[in-house]
């Protein structure tokens, strides 16, 4: 199985943006799939994932509704929406998978080591948010 996250680069505060996680291998329909980050200096975080049919997904209450998680699985894509962007978004955000999660549990947004919860990452792709 491999992730292939895309879409980040410079954006002004205020701006939106639209990060891609492209899934080859393994069907990606029956997979759980997440978004995390990681700033400079710091520790990932979880930012949000997404059950293997759309239809529940959980958020990391920092993000205050600004971020969407979507997917398609007819074209093994996971995306994420982001608006209202703010410096401190700044990070590399990472995709994540696992095909044994189909629903990830609402407990995800508090647990103490999210990551752990998927087997398979992508390289990550770099979101700087200039002020």
């Known amino acids: 199985v491999q992730l292939q996250a895309s879409g980040g680069g410079l954006v002004q505060a205020g701006d939106s943006l639209t990060l891609s996680c492209a899934v080859s291998?393994?069907?990606?329909?029956?997979?759980?799939m997440g978004w995390f980050r990681q700033a400079p200096g710091k520790e990932r975080e979880f930012v949000a994932t997404i059950s293997w049919n759309g239809k529940t997904s959980y958020y990391a209450d920092f993000l205050k509704g600004r971020f969407t998680i979507s997917r398609d699985n007819d074209k093994n894509t996971l995306y994420l929406q982001m608006s209202s962007l703010e410096p401190e978004d700044t990070a590399v955000y990472f995709c994540?998978?696992?095909?044994?999660?189909?629903?990830?549990?609402?407990?995800?947004?508090?647990?103490?080591?999210?990551?752990?919860?998927?087997?398979?990452w992508g390289q990550g792709t770099l979101v700087t948010v200039s002020s």
């Open positions: 994540a998978g696992d095909e044994s999660m189909w629903t990830p549990p609402q407990t995800i947004t508090t647990m103490k080591n999210p990551d752990e919860m998927f087997r398979h």
């Open positions: 291998g393994r069907a990606f329909s029956v997979y759980a």
